[in-house]
């Protein structure tokens, strides 16, 4: 008889994961000093133009990209 990670591994785990966290905080990190939030799109990783599916990616400080998608840029 063959058990799948569905029905043999994930109850397992499951319970494994109850046992070790419940009764913990389950609070999410604190974003550190000197990391900074941008929007950006989804393919190329640089700010998002007008067309873009984007999302919101974390960056050190200083180092998020300037430059937008090559849609805005196409002149260059």
């Known amino acids: 008889r ?3 990670g ?3 591994a994930t109850p397992i785990w499951n319970r494994a994961m109850h ?4 009764g913990t ?4 990190y604190q974003k550190p000093e000197g990391i900074t939030t941008q929007t950006i799109c989804r393919l190329n990783g ?8 984007s999302c919101q990616e974390y960056f ?6 300037t430059r937008s998608c090559p849609t805005d840029y196409a002149s260059d």
């Open 46 to 53: 640089k700010p998002p133009c007008d067309n873009c599916n």
């Open 25 to 28: 905080n389950r609070s999410w």
């Open 60 to 65: 050190l400080t200083g180092t998020a990209p």
């Open 2 to 4: 063959v058990v799948s």
């Open 19 to 22: 046992m070790l966290l419940d």
């Open 6 to 8: 569905i029905s043999g």
